[in-house]
Protein backbone atom coordinates (compact mmCIF):
# COMPACT_ATOMS: atom_id res chain seq x y z
CA UNK A 1 0.00 0.00 0.00
CA UNK A 2 1.07 3.43 -0.98
CA UNK A 3 2.11 5.16 2.23
CA UNK A 4 2.97 9.07 2.18
CA UNK A 5 4.67 11.63 4.32
CA UNK A 6 1.51 14.18 6.24
CA UNK A 7 3.95 16.97 6.38
CA UNK A 8 2.82 19.21 4.05
CA UNK A 9 5.20 21.42 1.82
CA UNK A 10 7.97 19.47 2.76
CA UNK A 11 8.94 18.47 -1.03
CA UNK A 12 9.40 20.11 -3.98
CA UNK A 13 8.50 17.97 -7.78
CA UNK A 14 11.56 16.10 -9.50
CA UNK A 15 11.27 15.95 -13.36
CA UNK A 16 12.59 13.60 -15.99
CA UNK A 17 11.85 15.91 -18.97
CA UNK A 18 13.67 19.01 -19.36
CA UNK A 19 10.91 21.65 -18.38
CA UNK A 20 11.74 23.65 -21.69
CA UNK A 21 9.42 24.86 -24.41
CA UNK A 22 11.34 24.01 -28.13
CA UNK A 23 9.83 23.99 -31.41
CA UNK A 24 11.71 22.52 -33.93
CA UNK A 25 9.76 23.97 -36.96
CA UNK A 26 6.86 24.01 -39.00
CA UNK A 27 4.08 21.27 -36.72
CA UNK A 28 2.23 19.13 -37.10
CA UNK A 29 5.34 17.16 -38.28
CA UNK A 30 5.76 14.06 -40.10
CA UNK A 31 5.14 11.36 -37.20
CA UNK A 32 2.35 13.49 -36.41
CA UNK A 33 0.98 14.12 -39.97
CA UNK A 34 0.78 10.42 -40.37
CA UNK A 35 -0.80 9.41 -37.45
CA UNK A 36 -4.07 11.94 -38.32
CA UNK A 37 -3.66 9.45 -41.65
CA UNK A 38 -4.16 6.49 -39.70
CA UNK A 39 -6.61 8.05 -37.11
CA UNK A 40 -9.05 9.57 -40.29
CA UNK A 41 -9.18 6.23 -41.50
CA UNK A 42 -10.35 4.52 -37.94
CA UNK A 43 -11.26 7.03 -35.22
CA UNK A 44 -14.89 8.81 -35.29
CA UNK A 45 -14.73 12.25 -36.22
CA UNK A 46 -17.16 13.02 -33.75
CA UNK A 47 -14.11 13.13 -31.01
CA UNK A 48 -12.25 15.87 -32.08
CA UNK A 49 -8.75 17.39 -30.86
CA UNK A 50 -7.55 20.56 -29.94
CA UNK A 51 -4.31 19.97 -30.76
CA UNK A 52 -2.71 18.04 -34.15
CA UNK A 53 0.15 16.32 -32.54
CA UNK A 54 0.68 13.38 -30.95
CA UNK A 55 1.86 12.67 -27.85
CA UNK A 56 5.09 10.74 -26.92
CA UNK A 57 6.36 11.95 -23.51
CA UNK A 58 4.71 14.58 -20.82
CA UNK A 59 6.15 15.24 -17.43
CA UNK A 60 5.35 18.42 -15.52
CA UNK A 61 4.33 21.19 -17.38
CA UNK A 62 6.03 19.51 -20.53
CA UNK A 63 4.14 17.55 -23.29
CA UNK A 64 6.72 16.06 -26.02
CA UNK A 65 5.53 15.23 -29.02
CA UNK A 66 6.18 12.28 -31.83
CA UNK A 67 8.18 14.80 -34.18
CA UNK A 68 10.74 16.38 -31.10
CA UNK A 69 8.60 19.17 -30.03
CA UNK A 70 8.31 20.08 -26.70
CA UNK A 71 5.07 22.15 -25.65
CA UNK A 72 4.19 23.86 -22.74
CA UNK A 73 0.96 22.40 -20.79
CA UNK A 74 -1.36 24.97 -19.92
CA UNK A 75 -4.30 22.69 -19.48
CA UNK A 76 -3.30 19.60 -18.10
CA UNK A 77 -5.67 17.18 -19.83
CA UNK A 78 -8.76 19.35 -18.47
CA UNK A 79 -7.80 19.92 -14.90
CA UNK A 80 -6.51 16.35 -15.13
CA UNK A 81 -2.93 16.25 -14.60
CA UNK A 82 -2.15 18.45 -11.28
CA UNK A 83 0.80 16.65 -9.96
CA UNK A 84 2.48 15.91 -13.28
CA UNK A 85 1.61 13.74 -16.08
CA UNK A 86 4.25 11.25 -14.69
CA UNK A 87 4.34 11.94 -11.00
CA UNK A 88 7.19 9.12 -9.96
CA UNK A 89 4.63 8.72 -7.05
CA UNK A 90 1.86 8.21 -9.36
CA UNK A 91 4.19 6.28 -11.61
CA UNK A 92 5.50 4.00 -8.32
CA UNK A 93 2.11 3.12 -6.89
CA UNK A 94 0.50 2.05 -10.17
CA UNK A 95 4.04 -0.14 -11.22
CA UNK A 96 3.54 -1.55 -8.07
CA UNK A 97 -0.29 -2.16 -7.93
CA UNK A 98 -0.15 -3.35 -11.40
CA UNK A 99 2.28 -6.46 -10.51
CA UNK A 100 0.06 -7.86 -8.27
CA UNK A 101 -3.46 -7.31 -9.47
CA UNK A 102 -5.29 -4.87 -12.07
CA UNK A 103 -8.74 -5.77 -11.21
CA UNK A 104 -11.00 -8.02 -9.30
CA UNK A 105 -14.07 -5.59 -9.08
CA UNK A 106 -15.05 -4.37 -5.67
CA UNK A 107 -18.49 -5.97 -5.61
CA UNK A 108 -17.13 -9.10 -6.33
CA UNK A 109 -13.52 -9.39 -4.34
CA UNK A 110 -12.85 -6.09 -2.67
CA UNK A 111 -9.11 -4.37 -1.20
CA UNK A 112 -7.67 -2.15 0.55
CA UNK A 113 -6.85 0.68 -2.02
CA UNK A 114 -10.61 1.41 -2.50
CA UNK A 115 -11.03 1.94 1.43
CA UNK A 116 -7.85 4.19 1.57
CA UNK A 117 -9.12 5.91 -0.70
CA UNK A 118 -12.42 6.79 1.33
CA UNK A 119 -11.01 7.39 4.16
CA UNK A 120 -8.43 10.06 2.49
CA UNK A 121 -11.59 11.79 0.74
CA UNK A 122 -13.38 11.18 4.23
CA UNK A 123 -10.83 13.79 5.85
CA UNK A 124 -10.37 16.18 2.93
CA UNK A 125 -13.94 16.89 1.63
CA UNK A 126 -15.67 19.44 4.03
CA UNK A 127 -17.96 18.59 6.89
CA UNK A 128 -17.27 17.04 10.19
CA UNK A 129 -19.91 14.42 10.24
CA UNK A 130 -20.28 10.42 8.68
CA UNK A 131 -19.49 10.69 5.38
CA UNK A 132 -19.21 7.89 3.22
CA UNK A 133 -17.68 7.22 -0.37
CA UNK A 134 -18.56 5.39 -3.68
CA UNK A 135 -16.02 5.50 -6.24
CA UNK A 136 -16.36 5.26 -9.86
CA UNK A 137 -14.83 6.09 -13.42
CA UNK A 138 -15.83 9.31 -15.01
CA UNK A 139 -17.16 12.97 -13.72
CA UNK A 140 -20.11 11.88 -15.63
CA UNK A 141 -20.99 8.40 -13.87
CA UNK A 142 -19.65 10.08 -10.17
CA UNK A 143 -22.98 12.78 -11.26
CA UNK A 144 -25.13 10.42 -12.31
CA UNK A 145 -24.88 8.30 -8.99
CA UNK A 146 -24.81 11.61 -7.09
CA UNK A 147 -27.85 12.44 -8.35
CA UNK A 148 -29.50 9.11 -7.81
CA UNK A 149 -28.83 9.03 -4.25
CA UNK A 150 -30.28 12.19 -4.19
CA UNK A 151 -33.46 10.69 -5.55
CA UNK A 152 -33.53 7.94 -3.31
CA UNK A 153 -32.90 9.62 -0.20
CA UNK A 154 -35.43 12.13 -0.60
CA UNK A 155 -38.24 10.25 -2.50
CA UNK A 156 -38.11 13.05 -4.81
CA UNK A 157 -37.82 13.95 -8.42
CA UNK A 158 -36.59 17.04 -9.86
CA UNK A 159 -33.07 18.51 -9.94
CA UNK A 160 -31.81 22.06 -10.31
CA UNK A 161 -29.09 22.65 -12.58
CA UNK A 162 -27.52 26.41 -13.47
CA UNK A 163 -26.93 28.07 -16.11
CA UNK A 164 -23.55 27.39 -18.00
CA UNK A 165 -23.42 24.34 -15.96
CA UNK A 166 -21.36 21.68 -17.29
CA UNK A 167 -21.84 18.19 -15.99
CA UNK A 168 -20.96 15.47 -18.50
CA UNK A 169 -22.09 13.73 -21.58
CA UNK A 170 -24.30 10.79 -20.92
CA UNK A 171 -27.71 11.08 -21.12
CA UNK A 172 -28.61 12.57 -17.43
CA UNK A 173 -25.67 14.63 -17.38
CA UNK A 174 -26.24 15.92 -20.77
CA UNK A 175 -29.42 17.39 -19.68
CA UNK A 176 -27.64 18.43 -17.18
CA UNK A 177 -25.38 20.28 -18.99
CA UNK A 178 -26.51 24.13 -20.45
CA UNK A 179 -24.84 24.20 -23.68
CA UNK A 180 -26.16 22.56 -26.72
CA UNK A 181 -23.92 22.65 -29.21
CA UNK A 182 -21.74 20.63 -29.19
CA UNK A 183 -23.04 18.52 -26.26
CA UNK A 184 -26.52 18.10 -26.92
CA UNK A 185 -27.32 19.09 -30.33
CA UNK A 186 -29.82 16.29 -31.75
CA UNK A 187 -28.34 13.50 -28.74
CA UNK A 188 -31.85 13.96 -27.24
CA UNK A 189 -34.66 13.29 -26.18
CA UNK A 190 -33.26 14.16 -22.58
CA UNK A 191 -33.51 12.86 -18.88
CA UNK A 192 -36.85 14.43 -17.65
CA UNK A 193 -37.64 16.37 -14.47
CA UNK A 194 -33.99 18.87 -14.87
CA UNK A 195 -35.11 22.69 -14.14
CA UNK A 196 -32.48 25.23 -15.03
CA UNK A 197 -32.44 28.70 -13.27
CA UNK A 198 -29.94 31.51 -13.66
CA UNK A 199 -26.63 31.20 -11.93
CA UNK A 200 -24.48 34.07 -11.09
CA UNK A 201 -22.41 35.46 -13.08
CA UNK A 202 -21.42 38.78 -12.26
CA UNK A 203 -19.66 40.16 -15.01
CA UNK A 204 -22.87 39.56 -17.36
CA UNK A 205 -25.04 40.52 -14.67
CA UNK A 206 -28.16 42.92 -16.15
CA UNK A 207 -27.77 44.39 -12.70
CA UNK A 208 -23.84 44.54 -12.00
CA UNK A 209 -24.86 45.44 -8.32
CA UNK A 210 -26.97 42.47 -7.69
CA UNK A 211 -25.09 40.66 -4.55
CA UNK A 212 -24.44 36.89 -4.34
CA UNK A 213 -27.30 36.50 -1.97
CA UNK A 214 -30.12 38.82 -4.07
CA UNK A 215 -28.71 36.19 -7.22
CA UNK A 216 -29.29 33.23 -5.00
CA UNK A 217 -32.74 34.73 -4.31
CA UNK A 218 -33.47 34.74 -7.99
CA UNK A 219 -32.69 31.51 -8.13
CA UNK A 220 -34.15 29.96 -5.57
CA UNK A 221 -37.91 32.08 -6.33
CA UNK A 222 -38.22 30.51 -9.41
CA UNK A 223 -37.43 27.37 -8.02
CA UNK A 224 -40.45 27.57 -5.04
CA UNK A 225 -42.71 29.42 -7.98
CA UNK A 226 -42.42 26.90 -10.98
CA UNK A 227 -41.36 23.89 -8.71
CA UNK A 228 -41.80 23.81 -5.34
CA UNK A 229 -39.27 22.56 -2.93
CA UNK A 230 -40.79 19.98 -1.86
CA UNK A 231 -40.52 18.23 -5.17
CA UNK A 232 -36.94 19.17 -5.23
CA UNK A 233 -34.16 16.25 -4.77
CA UNK A 234 -31.37 17.80 -5.54
CA UNK A 235 -29.33 20.93 -6.76
CA UNK A 236 -26.48 20.36 -8.15
CA UNK A 237 -23.74 23.45 -8.80
CA UNK A 238 -20.29 23.86 -9.84
CA UNK A 239 -18.63 26.26 -7.33
CA UNK A 240 -16.40 27.54 -9.79
CA UNK A 241 -17.73 26.94 -13.11
CA UNK A 242 -15.75 25.08 -15.53
CA UNK A 243 -16.57 24.47 -19.28
CA UNK A 244 -19.24 27.04 -19.12
CA UNK A 245 -16.67 29.86 -19.04
CA UNK A 246 -14.35 29.72 -14.88
CA UNK A 247 -17.64 31.42 -13.48
CA UNK A 248 -17.13 32.72 -9.90
CA UNK A 249 -20.38 33.02 -8.63
CA UNK A 250 -20.77 36.63 -6.16
CA UNK A 251 -19.63 36.22 -3.07
CA UNK A 252 -22.95 34.78 -0.85
CA UNK A 253 -24.36 33.05 -3.51
CA UNK A 254 -23.59 29.41 -2.41
CA UNK A 255 -24.02 29.65 1.23
CA UNK A 256 -27.33 31.31 0.45
CA UNK A 257 -28.48 28.07 -1.89
CA UNK A 258 -26.91 25.49 0.45
CA UNK A 259 -28.22 27.23 3.65
CA UNK A 260 -31.53 27.18 1.32
CA UNK A 261 -31.47 23.67 0.03
CA UNK A 262 -30.29 22.37 4.00
CA UNK A 263 -33.54 24.08 4.86
CA UNK A 264 -35.65 22.72 2.56
CA UNK A 265 -34.60 18.95 2.98
CA UNK A 266 -33.18 19.67 -0.80
CA UNK A 267 -29.84 18.01 -1.48
CA UNK A 268 -26.58 20.37 -1.97
CA UNK A 269 -24.52 18.96 -4.41
CA UNK A 270 -21.53 20.45 -5.41
CA UNK A 271 -19.76 19.40 -8.39
CA UNK A 272 -16.12 19.71 -7.71
CA UNK A 273 -14.99 17.14 -10.93
CA UNK A 274 -13.35 20.02 -12.41
CA UNK A 275 -12.37 22.73 -9.30
CA UNK A 276 -11.21 19.82 -6.49
CA UNK A 277 -8.10 18.81 -5.59
CA UNK A 278 -6.06 21.79 -5.02
CA UNK A 279 -6.94 23.48 -8.37
CA UNK A 280 -8.15 27.29 -6.76
CA UNK A 281 -5.54 26.94 -4.07
CA UNK A 282 -8.15 24.67 -1.22
CA UNK A 283 -8.77 21.15 -1.50
CA UNK A 284 -12.09 22.16 -2.90
CA UNK A 285 -13.70 24.81 -4.52
CA UNK A 286 -16.82 25.06 -2.05
CA UNK A 287 -14.11 25.53 0.88
CA UNK A 288 -13.60 29.67 -0.39
CA UNK A 289 -16.87 30.14 1.62
CA UNK A 290 -16.98 27.44 4.03
CA UNK A 291 -20.06 25.88 2.34
CA UNK A 292 -20.50 22.70 3.30
CA UNK A 293 -22.34 20.43 0.31
CA UNK A 294 -24.02 17.27 1.45
CA UNK A 295 -22.12 15.31 -1.58
CA UNK A 296 -19.13 16.34 -3.43
CA UNK A 297 -18.56 15.03 -6.96
CA UNK A 298 -14.83 14.15 -7.58
CA UNK A 299 -12.69 13.15 -10.80
CA UNK A 300 -10.32 14.53 -13.18
CA UNK A 301 -7.05 15.75 -10.51
CA UNK A 302 -8.01 13.09 -7.70
CA UNK A 303 -5.76 10.29 -9.64
CA UNK A 304 -2.96 12.26 -11.47
CA UNK A 305 -4.34 11.16 -14.93
CA UNK A 306 -5.78 7.46 -13.94
CA UNK A 307 -9.25 7.44 -14.49
CA UNK A 308 -11.19 7.75 -11.16
CA UNK A 309 -13.92 9.04 -9.75
CA UNK A 310 -15.87 9.52 -6.70
CA UNK A 311 -19.00 10.70 -4.45
CA UNK A 312 -18.81 11.57 -1.25
CA UNK A 313 -21.56 13.05 0.99
CA UNK A 314 -23.54 12.47 4.52
CA UNK A 315 -23.52 9.34 5.84
CA UNK A 316 -27.48 9.02 6.15
CA UNK A 317 -28.10 10.00 2.41
CA UNK A 318 -25.45 7.22 0.89
CA UNK A 319 -26.48 4.50 3.35
CA UNK A 320 -30.12 5.15 2.31
CA UNK A 321 -29.31 2.96 -0.75
CA UNK A 322 -29.75 -0.80 -0.58
CA UNK A 323 -27.25 -3.20 -0.78
CA UNK A 324 -26.16 -3.55 -4.34
CA UNK A 325 -27.91 -0.30 -5.45
CA UNK A 326 -24.44 1.26 -6.09
CA UNK A 327 -21.59 0.31 -8.17
CA UNK A 328 -20.16 -0.90 -11.37
CA UNK A 329 -17.54 -3.52 -13.24
CA UNK A 330 -14.63 -0.74 -12.96
CA UNK A 331 -15.45 1.53 -10.06
CA UNK A 332 -12.62 2.54 -7.89
CA UNK A 333 -10.05 0.18 -10.30
CA UNK A 334 -7.53 -0.91 -7.96
CA UNK A 335 -4.54 1.00 -10.03
CA UNK A 336 -6.75 3.97 -10.55
CA UNK A 337 -6.55 3.99 -6.32
CA UNK A 338 -3.36 3.84 -6.01
CA UNK A 339 -2.64 6.42 -8.08
CA UNK A 340 -5.21 8.78 -6.07
CA UNK A 341 -3.57 7.69 -2.86
CA UNK A 342 0.01 8.59 -4.49
CA UNK A 343 -1.65 12.03 -6.16
CA UNK A 344 -3.26 12.76 -2.72
CA UNK A 345 0.06 12.08 -1.69
CA UNK A 346 1.90 14.41 -3.95
CA UNK A 347 -0.73 16.76 -3.17
CA UNK A 348 -0.12 17.21 0.27
CA UNK A 349 3.60 16.82 0.56
CA UNK A 350 4.17 19.37 -2.38
CA UNK A 351 1.42 22.10 -0.91
CA UNK A 352 0.18 21.87 -4.46
CA UNK A 353 -3.00 24.50 -3.05
CA UNK A 354 -0.20 26.57 -2.28
CA UNK A 355 1.16 25.98 -5.42
CA UNK A 356 -2.41 27.37 -6.84
CA UNK A 357 -2.27 30.17 -4.93
CA UNK A 358 1.29 31.28 -6.21
CA UNK A 359 0.28 30.58 -9.75
CA UNK A 360 -2.59 32.74 -8.89
CA UNK A 361 -0.78 35.82 -8.81
CA UNK A 362 1.57 35.29 -10.83
CA UNK A 363 -0.94 35.32 -13.82
CA UNK A 364 -3.13 37.79 -12.17
CA UNK A 365 -0.47 40.81 -11.60
CA UNK A 366 0.60 40.31 -15.18
CA UNK A 367 -3.07 40.05 -16.49
CA UNK A 368 -4.15 42.98 -14.09
CA UNK A 369 -1.41 44.90 -15.45
CA UNK A 370 -2.22 43.99 -19.00
CA UNK A 371 -5.34 44.76 -19.07
CA UNK A 372 -5.29 47.97 -17.68
CA UNK A 373 -2.35 49.24 -20.46
CA UNK A 374 -5.11 47.76 -23.30
CA UNK A 375 -7.35 50.08 -21.28
CA UNK A 376 -11.38 50.24 -21.72
CA UNK A 377 -11.28 49.61 -25.16
CA UNK A 378 -8.94 46.70 -24.83
CA UNK A 379 -10.09 43.15 -25.49
CA UNK A 380 -9.84 41.93 -22.05
CA UNK A 381 -13.18 42.42 -20.92
CA UNK A 382 -12.76 40.12 -17.07
CA UNK A 383 -9.87 38.81 -15.49
CA UNK A 384 -11.38 35.93 -12.67
CA UNK A 385 -10.85 32.66 -11.17
CA UNK A 386 -9.52 30.94 -8.12
CA UNK A 387 -6.28 29.66 -7.88
CA UNK A 388 -4.81 27.68 -10.81
CA UNK A 389 -8.42 27.79 -12.53
CA UNK A 390 -8.33 31.50 -13.74
CA UNK A 391 -9.61 33.02 -17.17
CA UNK A 392 -9.61 35.62 -19.34
CA UNK A 393 -12.90 36.87 -20.78
CA UNK A 394 -12.97 38.91 -24.28
CA UNK A 395 -14.99 41.16 -25.47
CA UNK A 396 -15.64 43.42 -28.54
CA UNK A 397 -13.39 46.56 -28.21
CA UNK A 398 -14.99 49.01 -25.95
CA UNK A 399 -18.11 46.71 -25.19
CA UNK A 400 -19.14 43.00 -23.46
CA UNK A 401 -20.34 41.80 -26.54
CA UNK A 402 -18.39 38.51 -26.40
CA UNK A 403 -15.27 37.99 -28.72
CA UNK A 404 -14.96 34.70 -29.30
CA UNK A 405 -13.03 34.89 -32.99
CA UNK A 406 -10.44 37.04 -30.71
CA UNK A 407 -9.97 34.17 -28.43
CA UNK A 408 -9.73 31.51 -31.20
CA UNK A 409 -6.89 33.65 -32.98
CA UNK A 410 -5.08 34.14 -29.44
CA UNK A 411 -4.96 30.28 -28.30
CA UNK A 412 -3.98 29.55 -32.10
CA UNK A 413 -1.02 31.98 -31.65
CA UNK A 414 -0.42 30.48 -28.62
CA UNK A 415 -0.52 27.23 -30.09
CA UNK A 416 2.23 28.57 -32.72
CA UNK A 417 4.51 28.83 -30.55
CA UNK A 418 4.47 25.85 -28.22
CA UNK A 419 2.04 27.11 -25.90
CA UNK A 420 -0.95 23.89 -25.07
CA UNK A 421 -4.04 26.65 -24.06
CA UNK A 422 -7.61 25.66 -23.56
CA UNK A 423 -11.02 27.99 -24.49
CA UNK A 424 -13.91 27.63 -22.76
CA UNK A 425 -17.61 29.58 -22.25
CA UNK A 426 -21.15 29.44 -23.07
CA UNK A 427 -20.05 32.27 -25.85
CA UNK A 428 -16.89 31.10 -27.00
CA UNK A 429 -14.75 34.04 -25.20
CA UNK A 430 -12.58 32.28 -22.52
CA UNK A 431 -9.32 31.85 -22.48
CA UNK A 432 -8.46 29.73 -19.06
CA UNK A 433 -5.45 28.37 -17.67
CA UNK A 434 -4.85 25.18 -15.87
CA UNK A 435 -1.50 24.52 -15.61
CA UNK A 436 -0.49 21.77 -13.63
CA UNK A 437 0.02 22.94 -10.52
CA UNK A 438 3.93 21.54 -10.21
CA UNK A 439 4.48 23.79 -13.52
CA UNK A 440 8.08 25.71 -12.71
CA UNK A 441 7.40 29.29 -12.44
CA UNK A 442 10.36 29.55 -15.06
CA UNK A 443 8.09 27.44 -17.91
CA UNK A 444 4.91 29.25 -16.17
CA UNK A 445 6.52 32.32 -17.05
CA UNK A 446 7.19 31.53 -20.40
CA UNK A 447 3.58 30.48 -21.37
CA UNK A 448 2.47 33.52 -19.91
CA UNK A 449 5.10 35.49 -21.87
CA UNK A 450 3.72 34.06 -25.01
CA UNK A 451 0.23 34.25 -24.01
CA UNK A 452 0.86 38.03 -23.10
CA UNK A 453 2.22 38.98 -26.84
CA UNK A 454 -0.80 37.01 -28.21
CA UNK A 455 -2.97 38.93 -26.63
CA UNK A 456 -1.51 42.36 -27.32
CA UNK A 457 -0.91 41.18 -30.75
CA UNK A 458 -4.54 40.44 -31.39
CA UNK A 459 -5.93 43.21 -29.80
CA UNK A 460 -3.51 45.67 -31.92
CA UNK A 461 -5.62 43.87 -34.64
N1 LIG B 1 -18.50 17.89 -14.15
C1 LIG B 1 -17.68 20.14 -13.56
O1 LIG B 1 -15.85 19.76 -15.70
C2 LIG B 1 -15.70 17.39 -17.31
C3 LIG B 1 -15.27 17.87 -20.26
C4 LIG B 1 -14.57 17.89 -21.54
P1 LIG B 1 -16.01 13.35 -17.32
N2 LIG B 1 -15.18 18.54 -17.93
C5 LIG B 1 -14.41 18.35 -19.15
C6 LIG B 1 -15.46 17.42 -22.64
O2 LIG B 1 -15.63 18.19 -23.58
O3 LIG B 1 -15.95 16.29 -22.57
C7 LIG B 1 -16.67 17.57 -16.18
C8 LIG B 1 -16.70 18.76 -15.43
C9 LIG B 1 -17.64 18.89 -14.40
C10 LIG B 1 -18.50 16.76 -14.84
C11 LIG B 1 -17.59 16.56 -15.87
C12 LIG B 1 -17.62 15.26 -16.60
O4 LIG B 1 -16.46 14.53 -16.34
O5 LIG B 1 -14.88 12.69 -16.59
O6 LIG B 1 -15.58 14.03 -18.61
O7 LIG B 1 -17.19 12.48 -17.50
Redesign the pocket.
Known amino acids: MTTFATTPGTAAPRFRLEQKRRITGDFPGPRSTELAARRAAVVAKGVASGVPVYVADADGGIIHDVDGNSFIDLGAG?AVTSVGASDPAVVGAVKEQVEHFTHTCFMVTPYEGYIAVAEQLAELTPGDFEKRTVLFN????A?ENAVKVARLATGRDAVVAFDHA????TNL?MALTAKSMPYKTNFGPFAPEIYRVPMSYPFREENPAITGPEAAQRAITMIEKQLGAESVAAIII?PVQ??GGFIVPAEGFLPALSEWATANGVVFIA?E??SGFCRTGEWFAVNHEGVVPDII?M??GIAGGMPL?AITGRADLLDAVHAGGLGGTYGGNPVACAAALAAIGTMKEQDLAGRARHIEEQVTERFAALQADLGERGIIGELRGRGAMLAIEFVEAGSKAPNAAATKAIAAQCLREGVIILTCGTYGNVIRLLPPLVITDELLADGLDVLERAIRAVDAG
Do not use: F, L, N, P
Not at 138 to 141: L, P, T, Y
Not at 166 to 169: C, I, M, N, S, V
Open positions: ISGAEVYHGRTEGEDVQTAKS
